[in-house]
C-alpha cells in the first residue's frame, strides 16, 4: 500500500521538531566534553571540563541527591496516607483539599519561596539550612505523589480489598502495610520517580531559597553559566543529564499502566460437560 | 476433616435499623434469628436492605442506636468486624492480587499469628477440600472466575469462623458454573454444619441453598419462611411476584364462588362481595375439556420445553396468562382450550 503525502508530510514535520529540540541538548553535552568550544570538536575530546565541574561542584551534587532523597522519604509519609483518606472520603471538602493541595504546582515556584521567607524567614538557622530548601521541595512535589497514589487506588476496589482483610481478623495496621501498600505499588513507584526527578531539577524555588552555603544542582548550573567557562556549564549539565536520564526512563517504564493480561477461560471443556450434567 | 464441623453460632438481631447519611433509610428495624447451623438466605431486589442486613451482622455497617447483633450470647454490636471472626464472601471475591493463592488462603492465619506449621496443614487441607491444590502457586490474575470463588471460599473458611457471610458470591459468573458451584456451596454448607447468611436476588438460588428464606423488599421483610412456605403461601403479591412465575386474575366473591373472566371458580372461604385476585402459578393447572374447564382461553404462543409445554394465553382479563402442561398435546396458535386450577394451590387475597 502506498502512503499518501500527508503521512509524509507529517513524518517530516514530527522529525524536525524532534530534532530542533534535541539539536541543543546534544550541542550541550558536545560541548561538555570538547576541548575549546569556539575551535569546535576538532580541538580534542576531554574530560577535564567533567572533572573540574566535580571538583567544583560536587557538593551541589550531594545536596541535590541528599534533599531528592529526603523530600521523597518526606512525601511518602506524607502523600500515601494523603491519597488513602481521599480516596475513601467522597465529600465536598475531600475534593477541596485535593484541588488545593495541587496549588502549588500552580502557583509559579518564586511566589511560593517568597513566601516561604516571608513567613519563616526569621528563624535563621532553618532559613540558612538546606532543611528550608527540603519544605519547598516538598510542598512542590507531594501533589505529584498524591495524585499518581490516589489514581491507582481509585481504580481498584480497594475498599472491598480491604474489608475482606478486615473480615479476616487483620487489623487497621495490618491492612494498610499488608494489602494497601502492596496494591498501590506502581502509583508509589511512579510518584517516586516522580518526585526525585522534580526535586533533582527543580530551580525556581531552589533559586529562591537557597544560601551561598547550600546550592543544589540546578542553582550550581545557573552559577556557572553565569560564572565560568562555557565547556564547565555543558560539561554540568551532562553530569545532570546522566543523573536524570536513568530516572525519566524508570518513569515511562513505571508511569505507564501496565497493559492487563487477557482473562483465562473458565475451565477445561470435560469440566463444562460435567456442569451441564448438573445444571440439569 | 472432623474438627472443620461446629455446632454453629446462632445469630440474633435485634431491632436493627439502618439509616444512611442523607436520611436514606435502607432498612426498618428487623428482628431476625438465625439458629446455629442454618443457613438462611437474604432475597430481594437491588436496593431492599439484604446487602445492608448483612453487612450489619459482618461489622461492617453499624445499626442505628438501639439496634443489637448478637453471636450466640456475645454482644457484638460494637465488635469491628475484624474482631467478630466471621468469614465473608464477596460478588467480586476480593482476593488479594499482591498474593498467590496459597498467600491468600493463609492471610487470615498469618494476620492470627498462627504457628507456620499449622498454616501449612490448614491451606492444604482447604486446597484439597476445594480442589484448587494444583493452583497454589497462582497468581490471582491467572484464576477464572470460577477459581477464584473457590479460593475466596478456602480463604474465608480456613479461618474457622463462627459464621459464614456470603454477599451474591456467584453474580458474577456464568449461568452453567453458578449452578455447579451453588451445588458444591450447598454440599459445603451441611458438611460445615455453620452458620451461614447468604445473599442474593436470584430466587433458584435462594430456593436450592436456604433453610429459610427471608424475602425482603425496600428495606422490610415481606415474609421468613422455608422455601416451600415462600413458593406455596406467599403472604402477599410482592412475595408471589417474586418468587417464580405467577399468575394474576381479578374477580369478585360471590358467596362460594368467585367470578372470574366470566367464569366462576369454587372457593371455600364463602364470603360475599368485594374485589378479590386469584393468584396461581402455571404448573398448578391441567387442562381439561371445554365442558369442565375453570376458565377458557386463546393459545398466543406455545412453547415446546421437551418435558412440558409452556403456553401463553390471552383472553382472561388485562394481562396474559402463563400456563404449563405436561400433556404431549400439540397446541396452536389461536386455538381455544379450557383448564381447570387446583384449588388447594390458588391463593385468593382481598384487594
Keep these: 500500500m502506498r502512503r499518501p503525502w500527508l503521512f509524509y508530510s507529517q513524518f517530516a514535520f514530527t522529525i524536525g521538531v524532534c530534532t530542533f529540540l534535541i539539536v541543543p541538548v546534544i550541542m550541550s553535552m558536545m560541548a561538555g566534553i570538547t576541548e575549546n568550544f569556539f575551535l569546535g570538536i576538532k580541538s580534542g575530546v576531554t574530560l577535564r571540563w567533567v572533572y573540574e565541574v566535580l571538583d567544583l561542584y560536587l557538593d551541589t551534587i550531594y545536596l541535590s541527591l541528599l534533599i531528592a532523597v529526603i523530600c521523597l522519604i518526606v512525601t511518602l509519609i506524607l502523600g500515601i496516607p494523603t491519597a488513602y483518606v481521599l480516596a475513601k472520603k467522597s465529600g465536598r471538602w475531600a475534593r477541596m483539599f485535593e484541588e488545593f493541595l495541587v496549588l502549588p504546582v500552580a502557583i509559579p515556584g518564586l511566589a511560593i519561596a517568597l513566601a516561604l521567607i516571608v513567613t519563616y524567614g526569621g528563624f535563621r538557622d532553618f532559613r540558612t539550612s538546606w532543611g528550608f530548601i527540603l519544605v519547598g521541595h516538598v510542598l512542590y512535589t507531594l501533589p505529584f505523589m498524591v495524585r499518581s497514589v490516589l489514581a491507582v487506588l481509585s481504580s481498584t476496589d480497594f475498599q472491598t480489598l480491604e474489608e475482606s482483610a478486615a473480615s479476616l481478623g487483620a487489623s487497621f495496621w495490618q491492612r494498610f502495610f499488608g494489602i494497601i501498600i502492596p496494591n498501590c505499588r506502581s502509583g508509589i513507584l511512579a510518584g517516586s520517580l516522580m518526585v526525585v526527578t522534580l526535586s533533582v531539577g527543580e530551580f525556581n524555588l531552589t533559586w529562591m531559597l537557597h544560601t551561598p552555603l547550600t546550592k543544589t544542582l540546578p542553582v550550581g548550573l545557573a552559577d556557572s553559566y553565569a560564572s565560568m567557562r562555557l565547556e564547565i556549564g555543558s560539561a554540568y549539565t551532562l553530569v545532570f543529564l546522566i543523573m536524570i536520564l536513568p530516572l525519566l526512563i524508570g518513569l515511562q517504564m513505571f508511569g505507564t499502566s501496565k497493559e492487563r493480561k487477557p482473562a483465562v477461560p473458565d475451565e477445561d471443556p470435560s469440566e463444562q460437560a460435567n456442569q451441564q450434567e448438573i445444571a440439569r | ?351
Aim: with cysteine; aromatic share 6%; proline share 4%.
Design chain 2, 1 to 351: 476433616m472432623s474438627d472443620l464441623k461446629d455446632q454453629g453460632t446462632a445469630i440474633n438481631l435485634l431491632s436493627c435499623a439502618k439509616t444512611f447519611a442523607g436520611g436514606v433509610q435502607a432498612l426498618e428495624p428487623l428482628d431476625l434469628e438465625i439458629a446455629g447451623g442454618e443457613t438462611v438466605v437474604l432475597l430481594g431486589p437491588s436496593g431492599c436492605g439484604k446487602t445492608t442486613t448483612l453487612r450489619i451482622i459482618a461489622g461492617l455497617e453499624e445499626p442505628d442506636p438501639g439496634g443489637r447483633v448478637m453471636f450466640g450470647d456475645d454482644d457484638v454490636t460494637r465488635l469491628p468486624i475484624e474482631k467478630r471472626k466471621i468469614g465473608m464472601v464477596f460478588q467480586s471475591y476480593a482476593l488479594f492480587p499482591n498474593m498467590t493463592v496459597r498467600e491468600n488462603i493463609a492471610y487470615g492465619l498469618m494476620v492470627r499469628r498462627m504457628p507456620k506449621p499449622d498454616i501449612d496443614r490448614r491451606v492444604g487441607e482447604m486446597l484439597e477440600m476445594m480442589h484448587i491444590g494444583d493452583l497454589e502457586f497462582r497468581r490471582i490474575d491467572q484464576l477464572s472466575g470460577g477459581q477464584c470463588q473457590r479460593v475466596a471460599l478456602a480463604r474465608a473458611i480456613a479461618v474457622q469462623p463462627r459464621v459464614l457471610l456470603l454477599d451474591e458470591p456467584l453474580t458474577a459468573l456464568d449461568a452453567i458454573l453458578r449452578t455447579r458451584l451453588r451445588v458444591e456451596i450447598d454440599q459445603l454448607l451441611r458438611r460445615l454444619g455453620i452458620t451461614a447468611v447468604y445473599v442474593t436476588h436470584d430466587q433458584g438460588e435462594a430456593m436450592s441453598l436456604g433453610d429459610r428464606i427471608v424475602v425482603m423488599s425496600r428495606g422490610r421483610v415481606e415474609q421468613i419462611g422455608t422455601p416451600r412456605d415462600i413458593y406455596y403461601k406467599p403472604n402477599n403479591d410482592f412475595v408471589a411476584e417474586f418468587i417464580g412465575t405467577i399468575n394474576r386474575l381479578r374477580g369478585i366473591a360471590r358467596g362460594d364462588h368467585v367470578e372470574v373472566a366470566g367464569a366462576s371458580l369454587p372457593w371455600s372461604a364463602n364470603r360475599s362481595g368485594g374485589e378479590v385476585e386469584i393468584l396461581f402459578r402455571p404448573e398448578n393447572v391441567t387442562i381439561s375439556n371445554l365442558k369442565s374447564a375453570h376458565l377458557k382461553g386463546n393459545v398466543v404462543t406455545s412453547f415446546f420445553q421437551g418435558d412440558r409445554t409452556k403456553l401463553i394465553l390471552d383472553g382472561l382479563g388485562e394481562r396474559q396468562v402463563i400456563i404449563e402442561t405436561t400433556d404431549r398435546v400439540e397446541f396452536i396458535a389461536g386455538q381455544e382450550i379450557g383448564f381447570r386450577i387446583d384449588p388447594d394451590s390458588m391463593i385468593i387475597l382481598n384487594t
